[in-house]
Nanobody
């Protein structure tokens, strides 16, 4: 069992930066693939970024590529999402998720555990 707790969300002006953190409980964190997803009001949850257990493989949605960076520190049981050059369309609740796979997926249904989400609001 893995419990995930996100933090770091908030209100930022367009062009600004935020770093989200996701702290995980459980001794097997290092064996999970981790993902970040987001959901804006009235929209479906969408893939943002994912990272393999070893950090050797990462993937990004086209909409955030070049602006967001996913990373993890297995010693701290934490995954991060550094978000730069934020845009108003990045406004959403951001969720981290863990999947018991050695590969990464963009499909949210492939993830086994989810955090409660953290709100990110980007003003224009």
């Amino acid at each position: 069992q893995v419990q995930l707790v996100e933090s770091g969300g908030g209100l930022v002006q367009a062009g600004g930066s935020l770093r989200l953190s996701c702290a995980a409980s459980g001794r097997t964190f290092s064996s999970y693939a981790m993902g970040w997803f987001r959901q804006a009001p009235g929209k479906e949850r969408e893939f943002v970024a994912a990272i393999s257990w070893s950090s050797g493989i990462t993937a990004y949605a086209d909409s955030v590529k070049g602006r967001f960076t996913i990373s993890r520190d297995n010693a701290k049981n934490t995954v991060y999402l550094q978000m730069n050059s934020l845009k108003p369309e990045d406004t959403a609740v951001y969720y981290c998720a863990a999947g018991v796979y050695s590969v990464i997926y963009r499909n949210p249904h492939m993830y086994n555990y989810w955090g409660q989400g953290t709100q990110v609001t980007v003003s224009s």
